[in-house]
């Protein structure tokens, strides 16, 4: 089986996969938004598909992900050592967070391909943000933790294209049960605020 995790692949292949990862998103983008006349959108169609069979002609059976501990590397790094979360994956949500103690914030823009109400963040997103933001937090902490509850309140429409500060705390911990929480800020406006429970599955073998 070809390697899934990027400890197990080059320096070189790792940066080539987030650079692709990054240029996808920027593609899925451009054709959620593109206005070009038909002719011009079914050519660049054609075009995305021969490039498809490109990167088929060998594939890893999942898509590249990072080792669990790298969160934990990431914060024994202190705030100014970024971990940026789905990094080889364009469909995932990408968050460069930055841990402190038990604590961890990200700030990231949510543009047109995260859309739900015209203007607004969908809250599917804004529930897979802060349910990474929370769970990675865990992760850092060491803790091989899963998410059993997510509980979320949407105070206030989230608005596309602006600058949503995030932030998480662990709550406690007791026994195999781990308390998060978090939200996301606009403008100093709290627009979602997520308690999250963590359950240890170590010794668990899937
Ligand atoms: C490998 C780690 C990588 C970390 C990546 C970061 C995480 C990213 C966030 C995610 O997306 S995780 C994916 C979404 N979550 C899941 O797929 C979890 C699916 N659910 C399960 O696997 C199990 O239901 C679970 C591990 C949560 C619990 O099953 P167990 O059989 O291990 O639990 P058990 O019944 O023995 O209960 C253990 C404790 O948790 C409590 N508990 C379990 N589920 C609960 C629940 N839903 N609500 C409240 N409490 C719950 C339970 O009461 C008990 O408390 P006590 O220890 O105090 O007795």
């Given at each position: 089986?070809?390697?899934?995790?990027?400890?197990?692949?080059?320096?070189?292949?790792?940066?080539?996969?987030?650079?692709?990862?990054?240029?996808?998103?920027?593609?899925?983008?451009?054709?959620?938004?593109?206005?070009?006349d038909?002719?011009?959108?079914?050519?660049?169609?054609?075009?995305?598909?021969?490039?498809?069979?490109?990167?088929?002609?060998?594939?890893?059976?999942?898509?590249l992900?990072?080792?669990?501990?790298?969160?934990?590397?990431?914060?024994?790094?202190?705030?100014?050592?970024?971990?940026?979360?789905?990094?080889?994956?364009?469909?995932?949500?990408?968050?460069?967070?930055?841990?402190?103690?038990?604590?961890?914030?990200?700030?990231?823009?949510?543009?047109?391909?995260?859309?739900?109400?015209?203007?607004?963040?969908?809250?599917?997103?804004?529930?897979?943000?802060?349910?990474?933001?929370?769970?990675?937090?865990?992760q850092?902490?060491?803790?091989?933790?899963?998410?059993?509850?997510?509980?979320?309140?949407?105070?206030?429409?989230?608005?596309?294209?602006?600058?949503?500060?995030?932030?998480?705390?662990?709550?406690?911990?007791?026994?195999?049960?781990?308390?998060?929480?978090?939200?996301?800020?606009?403008?100093?406006?709290?627009?979602?605020?997520?308690?999250?429970?963590?359950?240890?599955?170590?010794g668990?073998?899937r």
């Open positions: 089986m070809s390697a899934v995790t990027t400890s197990e692949v080059g320096h070189d292949q790792v940066a080539a996969a987030a650079e692709l990862t990054e240029a996808t998103r920027r593609l899925m983008l451009a054709a959620a938004t593109t206005d070009l038909p002719d011009e959108v079914r050519a660049a169609g054609r075009a995305m598909d021969a490039l498809t069979r490109t990167l088929s002609a060998r594939s890893r059976p999942r898509a992900r990072a080792p669990f501990d790298g969160p934990a590397d990431a914060r024994a790094g202190g705030p100014d050592s970024p971990w940026r979360s789905f990094a080889y994956n364009p469909q995932a949500f990408p968050l460069e967070m930055h841990f402190d103690g038990r604590s961890a914030r990200a700030r990231t823009t949510a543009n047109s391909l995260y859309e739900g109400p015209p203007g607004l963040v969908h809250g599917g997103f804004t529930a897979h943000l802060l349910d990474s933001l929370l769970g990675t937090l865990t850092s902490l060491g803790l091989r933790a899963v998410t059993a509850t997510l509980d979320l309140r949407y105070l206030a429409p989230t608005p596309l294209d602006v600058p949503l500060d995030l932030h998480a705390r662990v709550v406690d911990t007791t026994g195999r049960r781990t308390r998060a929480e978090g939200w996301i800020e606009h403008d100093g406006v709290r627009t979602v605020e997520a308690h999250g429970l963590f359950i240890d599955i170590t668990r073998t």
